[in-house]
T-cell receptor, first 111, second 114 residues
Framework: QQPVQSPQAVILREGEDAVINCSSSKALYSVHWYRQKHGEAPVFLMI?????EQKGHDKISASFNEKKQQSSLYLTASQLSYSGTYFCGTARGAGSYQLTFGKGTKLSVIP | SQTIHQWPATLVQPVGSPLSLECTVEGTSNPNLYWYRQAAGRGLQLLFY??????ISSEVPQNLSASRPQDRQFILSSKKLLLSDSGFYLC?????????????FGDGTRLSIL
């Protein structure tokens, strides 16, 4: 079952904050976040594990709400370099290597 | 450090022609390997994955096949390409040493079918 990402697209001015959500109808075991710039390969940002803590990477952080079966990616004080499409990938089971990716959220940061 | 190589970067093929895309990983042993396809403006669709030499799991029935002849080599093939095979093909690897490891992507092959 493909996770649902929202919003589909968002436009920010430099310095503004954004939240991208990733929801699943099935139980979540882990959530992976990636960023893909136009024409390039996706780049790994972070993994959130069931029962794990909120993670952070510079001004990008994420949370995992087991009860809501949802993960959220927080981008604080956005920079032009944050532009791209953000994908969440959910593990299919507790011991699964395979990920099912959402359709992505296109983030555009403008000056 | 680990690196992943994919080639060719771009490919234009006529309908009905064969296909071979290659992916190799360096700097790690027994990686998990994956082939994804990404249609224009869409998400990542897992096509095949492999946890070892000769072990291939197919996700979606189609006219594509995959092989892993060596530990760090993963090949995507087709005998006869269809128009619907156009897309951005990405190879990825992850460590087999533990669960919940990140997947690292190659630069991709942009395939256009005419």
């Amino acid at each position: 079952q493909q996770p649902v990402q929202s919003p589909q697209a968002v436009i920010l001015r430099e310095g503004e904050d954004a939240v991208i959500n990733c929801s699943s109808s099935k139980a979540l075991y882990s959530v992976h976040w990636y960023r893909q710039k136009h024409g390039e390969a996706p780049v790994f940002l972070m993994i959130l594990l069931k029962g794990g803590e909120q993670k952070g990477h510079d001004k990008i952080s994420a949370s995992f709400n087991e009860k809501k079966q949802q993960s959220s990616l927080y981008l604080t004080a956005s920079q032009l370099s944050y532009s791209g499409t953000y994908f969440c990938g959910t593990a299919r089971g507790a011991g699964s290597y395979q990920l099912t990716f959402g359709k992505g959220t296109k983030l555009s940061v403008i000056p | 450090s680990q690196t992943i190589h994919q080639w060719p970067a771009t490919l234009v093929q006529p309908v009905g022609s064969p296909l071979s895309l290659e992916c190799t990983v360096e700097g790690t042993s027994n990686p998990n390997l994956y082939w994804y396809r990404q249609a224009a403006g869409r998400g990542l669709q897992l096509l095949f994955y492999s946890v070892g030499i000769g072990q291939i799991s197919s996700e979606v029935p189609q006219n594509l096949s995959a092989s892993r002849p060596q530990d760090r080599q993963f090949i995507l093939s087709s005998k006869k390409l269809l128009l619907s095979d156009s897309g951005f093909y990405l190879c990825a690897w992850s460590s087999e040493q533990a669960m919940n490891q990140p997947q690292h992507f190659g630069d991709g092959t942009r395939l256009s079918i005419l």
